[in-house]
């Protein structure tokens, strides 16, 4: 799976099921519709989980945990994870279209989305650094390839290379999001950043304003750059922040026997 999601309704595990007959769910949405991968990990441990203690763990926390110890085993900070959140009956593609950012965001668009969801610049910024892990496919930067201007020239050259400009060819072809260190979790993400080598449109906007928002943001990437332990702490901090966005608790929505289908 790719950098930890962004919420698009609450920490409810919604995005983890399939379509159904009655609704559309949020797998195909625009942000996530090849991106979102490894659901397969997360069929696995719910596996096991049911087998050990039946419908006790839901979804919901599973994909919190499993943000947290992945981020840990690449290397990155570790945080304690609230507990006790329960798992949607529905999901909603609509939504995760309309309040998920995209890869073509601008700055304004990205703190837009965030402050909906009652998180600050500097969550945003800090959330954001979970890029530095992961691959974006061509489709998704072809734009910012071919047109930004606040873009690395050999950098964009090379990405050119297997990402070609016609629309609908090489279109899934995969580049890392952190071309220093595409499999470490550190603060490489942000020196990108400062050399014009963010790969999306919506990674550059955070430094330099990137067609709006003025580079508000400016500081905060030269410092996460710089200090990695300023933002490893701001990462847990905001990640904590995240996973608090409006959970399903007590007797509301269900633990799901099987992630991919209300029981």
């Known amino acids: 799976m790719h950098a930890p999601t962004y ?13 159904t007959a009655s609704f559309t769910g949020e797998k195909g949405a625009g942000p996530n519709a090849g991106s979102l991968r490894g659901f397969d990990v997360i069929d696995n441990i719910k596996m096991l989980l049911e087998l050990l203690c039946p419908q006790t763990v839901s979804c919901a926390d599973i994909l919190a945990i499993a ?4 981020v840990a085993q690449l290397g990155g900070p570790s945080w304690a994870v609230p507990l006790g959140r329960r798992d949607a009956t529905t999901a909603s593609a609509s939504l995760a279209n309309s309040d998920l950012p995209g ?3 601008s700055l304004n668009g990205l703190l837009n989305a ?6 600050s610049s500097t969550d945003m910024v800090a959330l954001s650094g ?17 047109n ?7 950098f964009a050259a090379s990405l050119r290379a297997s990402c070609p400009a016609q629309a609908g060819a090489g279109d899934g072809a995969l580049e890392p999001l952190d071309g220093s260190t595409p499999d470490a979790f550190d603060n490489a993400y942000f020196g990108d950043l400062l050399s014009q080598r963010g790969l999306l449109h919506s990674d550059q906007a955070l430094f330099g304003g990137g067609g709006g928002g003025g580079g508000a943001t400016d500081g905060l990437v030269s410092a996460y750059a710089s200090n990695a332990g300023q933002w490893g702490a701001d990462f847990a901090a905001a ?8 959970p399903l608790t007590g007797t509301d929505g269900e633990i799901r026997v099987n992630c991919r289908r209300v029981n």
């Not at 919420?7 to 379509?19: E, K, M």
């Open 7 to 19: 919420v698009r309704q609450g920490c409810d595990a919604s995005v983890l099921l399939d379509d």
């Open 130 to 146: 979970a890029h530095t892990v992961g691959r974006a496919q061509c489709k998704n930067c072809r734009a910012r390839i071919y």
């Open 103 to 105: 890869p073509t965001s």
């Open 148 to 154: 930004d201007t606040d873009i690395d020239a050999s």
């Open 114 to 119: 965030f402050s909906n969801k009652g998180l």
């Open 67 to 70: 943000a947290r110890d992945s």
């Open 239 to 246: 990640m904590v922040k995240m996973g608090s966005i409006s």
